[in-house]
């Protein structure tokens, strides 16, 4: 199995612009999760899917943030203005299952710099 | 309030000597415990886990101990490599799928 998939790598843009990063979890995976990474915050979770349902997003920090998952195998995490502060390093996660116990298998993650 | 601390935010380390990354909690209700190294550009990988029902876990050189009373995780490296060389977290979770994780420490093992 190729892993998580996380694309784009990198990805510039300018302050109000629109923002979309995408995530393929492992094939058989029915958890996914977002992370966002940021010198400032270390690691934070942003939100957590099951079955595609999203089951907590109490990690997203503002409305300007949206998650989806319309299938087992894609979601997406859109940024709709984008902001300077957005800049960090974005992760997605899966794992068999959501519980605690289950280990994550983490993507490569997205450079998100906001100018 | 943060819930997991790693203290330490950097270690340095002699090559073929002892590592030890620290993680301490205050919520009682965690009861699985993991850690996850991370390098550079990548994402986090698992490393190794505890139980509550344990209080170590052994995989070749990497070893978790976890003290409850204390509140208290550690990971132990030994002997530790260059290669060992990243960022490490713990996390932890409850009964649900609720994980808490430190800021991580960054080790560097030096030849």
């Known amino acids: 199995d190729a892993g998580v998939i996380q694309s784009p790598r990198h990805e510039v843009t300018e302050m109000g612009q629109e923002v979309t990063l995408r995530c393929k979890p492992i094939?058989?995976?029915?958890?996914l999760f977002w992370y966002r990474q940021t010198m400032m915050r270390g690691l934070e979770l942003l939100i957590y899917?099951?079955?595609?349902?999203?089951?907590?997003d109490s990690g997203m920090p503002e409305d300007r943030f949206s998650a989806k998952m319309p299938n087992a195998s894609f979601s997406t995490l859109k940024i709709q203005p984008s902001e300077p502060r957005d800049s960090a390093v974005y992760f997605c996660?899966?794992?068999?299952?959501?519980?605690?116990?289950?280990?994550?298998?983490f993507g490569a993650g997205t450079r998100l710099s906001v100018l | 309030d943060q819930q997991v601390k790693q203290n330490s935010p950097s270690l340095s380390v002699q090559e073929g000597r002892i590592s030890i990354l620290n993680c301490d909690y205050t919520?009682?209700?965690?009861?699985?415990f993991l850690w996850y190294k991370k390098y550079p550009a990548e994402g986090p990988t698992f490393l190794i886990s505890?139980?509550?029902?344990?209080d170590k876990n052994e995989d070749g050189r990497f070893t978790v101990f976890l003290n409850k009373s204390a509140k208290h995780l550690s990971l132990h490296i030994v002997p530790s490599q260059p290669g060992d060389s990243a960022v490490y977290f713990c996390?932890?979770?409850?009964?649900?799928?609720?994980?808490?994780f430190g800021k991580g420490t960054l080790l560097t093992v030096n030849p």
């Open positions: 899917f099951n079955n595609n349902v999203p089951i907590d």
């Open positions: 996390f932890l979770g409850g009964s649900n799928y609720k994980l808490t």
């Open positions: 919520n009682s209700m965690f009861d699985y």
């Open positions: 996660a899966s794992s068999l299952q959501g519980l605690a116990k289950n280990i994550q298998y």
């Open positions: 094939s058989g995976h029915n958890s």
């Open positions: 505890i139980s509550s029902i344990k």
